[in-house]
C-alpha cells in the first residue's frame, strides 16, 4: 500500500497530577474556566499512567473510543470539544500553509483506545490523565503543535496541568473566551530530586458526589469559596511558586496541608454539605500532624482531592521511617491473625485499612511510545486482544 493508505498510528502516555493549590468552581462550565488558578505536582510515570492509541484511517466510517477495554459512546460534550479544537488547530495550521500537514488526514476519522492503570474515581485524577492523553495523542496524529493544554482543559479541568512535566500552574486567565486560561511549567521534573510522594488509599470505592456536580453547588452556595478564590489564593500561589523555587519544604508543606483543609471546608460550607474525607482520612491528618509535632519541625505533609485519599509529600530520608508509622497505625488487611493485637493502635477505631499505593518522584508530561508492540489498536482499528 501507498503511504497514504497506511493508517496513521500513535501511542502516547500522560501522568497523573496532585494538586498542592486545589482548583474548585468554574466562571463558566462550558470551556471549564476555573474560579481560580491552581497548582500542581506531576506524578512520575512508572507506575500510573494513562495510556492512548489513536489511529487515523480513510477507511473508517465514524469516530470510536474505547476507554479500559470497554467502548464508549465518543458523542460525550467532553470528548467532542478535544476532538473539535484539535482539528480545528490542524485545518488552520494546513490554511496557514504549513504544507508538511497531509490534508487528507484532516478527513479522517479517527478510533481512540485509551487505558488507565489505576483505579478510576478513587480520588486519583484519572480524568486529568485521560484527557490529557487524548489530546496529546490527536495532536500528534493531526500533526499540531503548540498551546495544547486550553484544549485539554475543555475534557476535564486539571488535565491542562498534566500536560507538563514536573511542577504546573495552572493561570485562571481573565480571558471570556478562556484562550489565556492555561497551564505552565514552574519548574522542571528535575528541580527537586529528593521530594516524594505517596499515595495512601483509604477507600477504591466511587466518591459519593462527582466533582462537576460537587464544584457547581459550591460555586452557588459557599461564601467560604468566594472569599478563597478571591482572597486566598492569589497570595497563596506567589508563596507557593517561592517555597518551590528555593526548594523549601516546611513552607510547601504547610501551604499544602492548610490549602487541603480549606478546601475541604468549602465543601462543608457547601449547602448542603459535601464530605469527601473519611473517618480514616481525619486520622491520617491527625498522625501526620503529631508526627511533625514530635519532630518539632514539618517533615510530612498531607492533600485530599475530591475523595479520602491521602497523598503525602515528604523527603526521600524521611519515606522509610514514615512508612513504618502508617503501617504501625493503619495495619494491612491481611496481618496474619495478629489483628487483636495490632488494632489496638489504630486511634480506637477498628478495621482502619490503608493501603500504600506507591511512593513516587515528580515525573515529566506526556510521552510518545514508539514502540510498536505498545500500540492498543491493531492496524484495522481495532483493541487489540490484550492477555
Known amino acids: ?180 486560561s492555561v497551564a505552565q511549567q514552574v519548574e522542571p521534573e528535575s528541580h527537586w530530586p529528593e521530594l516524594r510522594i505517596l499515595v495512601l488509599v483509604a477507600s477504591a470505592e466511587k466518591k459519593p458526589v462527582g466533582s462537576t456536580s460537587g464544584m457547581q453547588t459550591s460555586v452557588e452556595t459557599s461564601a467560604l469559596l468566594k472569599h478563597r478564590a478571591e482572597s486566598v489564593v492569589p497570595g497563596r500561589m506567589a508563596e507557593m511558586i517561592e517555597a518551590i523555587g528555593r526548594r523549601d519544604f516546611a513552607t510547601f508543606a504547610e501551604l499544602t496541608m492548610k490549602d487541603s483543609n480549606q478546601f475541604h471546608a468549602t465543601c462543608l460550607d457547601t449547602y448542603p454539605p459535601i464530605f469527601y474525607l473519611s473517618s480514616v482520612s481525619q486520622q491520617v491528618i491527625n498522625l501526620v500532624h503529631r508526627y511533625n509535632r514530635h519532630y518539632g519541625e514539618t517533615r510530612v505533609s498531607y492533600t485530599f482531592d475530591a475523595g479520602p485519599n491521602a497523598v503525602i509529600f515528604t523527603l526521600k530520608q524521611h519515606v522509610p521511617e514514615f512508612l513504618q508509622v502508617v503501617q504501625h497505625f493503619f495495619p494491612p488487611e491481611t496481618n496474619g491473625g495478629q489483628g487483636s493485637r495490632r488494632k489496638s493502635f489504630s486511634f480506637g477505631i477498628n478495621q482502619c485499612f490503608l493501603n500504600i499505593l506507591f511512593v513516587f518522584q515528580a515525573g515529566p508530561g506526556p510521552c510518545v511510545v514508539d514502540d510498536p508492540a505498545q500500540h492498543l489498536l491493531g492496524s484495522d482499528g481495532l483493541p487489540k486482544r490484550t492477555v
Open 1 to 180: 500500500t501507498s503511504s497514504m493508505e497506511k493508517p496513521n498510528i500513535v501511542t502516547c502516555t500522560a501522568p497523573v497530577n496532585i494538586a498542592v493549590i486545589k482548583y474548585w468552581g468554574k466562571r463558566n462550565e462550558e470551556l471549564i474556566l476555573p474560579i481560580n488558578s491552581s497548582l500542581s505536582v506531576t506524578l512520575h510515570q512508572d507506575q500510573l499512567k494513562t495510556t492512548t492509541t489513536v489511529v487515523a484511517s480513510k477507511s473508517f466510517q465514524e469516530d470510536r473510543i474505547w476507554l479500559n477495554g470497554k467502548e464508549e459512546d465518543i458523542s460525550h460534550p467532553r470528548l467532542q470539544s478535544c476532538l473539535r479544537e484539535v482539528r480545528r488547530l490542524a485545518r488552520k495550521r494546513r490554511n496557514d500553509g504549513n504544507p508538511s500537514l497531509d490534508s487528507a488526514v484532516l478527513s479522517h476519522k479517527v478510533h481512540i483506545c485509551s487505558v488507565n492503570n489505576f483505579p478510576t474515581a478513587a480520588g486519583l485524577a484519572s480524568s486529568a490523565a485521560g484527557f490529557a492523553c487524548l489530546v496529546y495523542t490527536l495532536a500528534r496524529v493531526f500533526g499540531v503543535e503548540g498551546e495544547l493544554s486550553a484544549i485539554a482543559r475543555q475534557g476535564s479541568g486539571s488535565a491542562c496541568r498534566s500536560m507538563y512535566g514536573g511542577f504546573v500552574q495552572w493561570l485562571m486567565g481573565q480571558k471570556e473566551d478562556g484562550k489565556d
